[in-house]
T-cell receptor, first 112, second 116 residues
Framework: GQQLNQSPQSMFIQEGEDVSMNCTSS?????WLWYKQDPGEGPVLLIA?????ELTSNGRLTAQFGITRKDSFLNISASIPSDVGIYFC????????????FGTGTRLTIIP | GAGVSQSPSNKVTEKGKDVELRCDPISGHTALYWYRQRLGQGLEFLIY????????KSGLPSDRFSAERTGESVSTLTIQRTQQEDSAVYLCASSLVFGVNYNEQFFGPGTRLTVL
């Protein structure tokens, strides 16, 4: 099935550093979402974006819904050990169709 | 527990055998979804249910895959004549309502299927 293009594929950073990852699509989405997945667990929603251009924060996390509706980014400031995991973007194509299309994931590792 | 539960957590089977994967959604959630996650990949949509009906089955990879939901609660994903390419984690999610705006999907821990 279709997957969104997400980059980078992996990141190795030191604690305290800021992180940025992004997601692009050839299709327009009406909703963009960012999830985090820990090993052996299902994804957990971090941020949901509903309007083109919208910038939303959740603690140290900030995400934006691109103006073209074809992209989104997620920033994490001042990373901490519990930020380790895999981050996925996801898009919902149309209102009334709950099917989500996921990105390929960004694996975040914090170097001690 | 209040979350989505799935069973079994792990399933190892031989090629050609049938398997059934179970999902118990959060009580009261009318919508239920199945996704597949291959190793190192994102989630791929398989099917969703609104109540006991499945308006969108477009993600099912082949006719070996089927799913049903009963009592607007438990759902079963069945894979017949399993192939090695079916090896993946199968994730279930549920949400409160359907339509209008995005309704958060809450995911279970998944069933890891290994086909030998």
């Amino acid at each position: 099935g279709q997957q969104l293009n997400q980059s980078p594929q992996s990141m190795f950073i030191q604690e305290g550093e800021d992180v940025s990852m992004n997601c692009t699509s050839s299709s327009i989405f009406n909703t963009w979402l960012w999830y985090k997945q820990d090993p052996g667990e299902g994804p957990v929603l971090l941020i949901a974006l509903y309007k083109a251009g919208e910038l939303t924060s959740n603690g140290r996390l900030t995400a934006q819904f691109g103006i073209t509706r074809k992209d989104s980014f997620l920033n994490i400031s001042a990373s901490i050990p519990s930020d380790v995991g895999i981050y996925f973007c996801a898009g919902q194509l149309n209102f009334g169709n709950e099917k989500l299309t996921f990105g390929t994931g960004t694996r975040l590792t914090i170097i001690p | 527990g209040a979350g989505v539960s799935q069973s079994p957590s792990n399933k190892v089977t031989e090629k050609g055998k049938d398997v059934e994967l179970r999902c118990d959604p959060i009580s009261g959630h009318t919508a239920l979804y199945w996704y597949r996650q291959r190793l190192g990949q994102g989630l791929e949509f398989l099917i969703y249910f609104q109540g006991n009906s499945a308006p969108d089955k477009s993600g099912l990879p082949s006719d070996r895959f089927s799913a049903e939901r009963t009592g607007e609660s438990v759902s079963t994903l069945t894979i017949q004549r399993t192939q090695q390419e079916d090896s993946a984690v199968y994730l279930c999610a549920s949400s409160l309502v359907f339509g209008v705006n995005y309704n958060e999907q809450f995911f279970g821990p998944g069933t890891r299927l290994t086909v030998l």
